[in-house]
């Protein structure tokens, strides 16, 4: 399994991007899929998880401003960004789990958002 990001980028406080995780395989077929971010020296911190069945989830410091969503048809999965903040520049990474019990998760290379104030 393949995971690539894009999207990444340098923009300014307040404004918005758009990541976008492309899978090799159908994203239908991961029980489900999600973006962490991770700074230097810093564990990987989940930002969204979206699961098989739609199910949302965020990380505290996104709530309100961060949309996940999945295009089944284009084997992509989303992270919409808005409001972006400093805070926000981090490495942003696409993950996709399989299994129940025993779960195999994938991992893509990441890509760098940078937030100036």
């Known amino acids: 399994v393949q995971l690539v990001e894009s999207g990444g980028g340098l923009v300014q406080a307040g404004e918005s991007l758009r990541l976008s995780c492309v899978a090799s395989?159908?994203?239908?077929?991961?029980?489900?899929m999600a973006w962490y971010r991770q700074a230097p020296g810093n564990p990987f911190e989940l930002v969204a998880e979206?699961?098989?069945?739609?199910?949302?989830d965020y990380g505290n410091n996104v709530k309100g401003r961060f949309t996940i969503s999945r295009d089944d048809a284009k084997d992509t999965l989303y992270l919409h960004m808005n409001n972006l903040t400093p805070n926000d520049t981090d490495l942003y990474v696409c993950?996709?789990?399989?299994?129940?019990?025993?779960?195999?998760?994938?991992w893509g290379k990441g890509t760098q958002v940078t937030v100036s104030s």
């Open positions: 979206i699961t098989k069945a739609g199910n949302t």
């Open positions: 993950n996709a789990a399989r299994g129940v019990g025993s779960v195999t998760l994938y």
């Open positions: 395989e159908s994203v239908f077929s991961f029980d489900s």
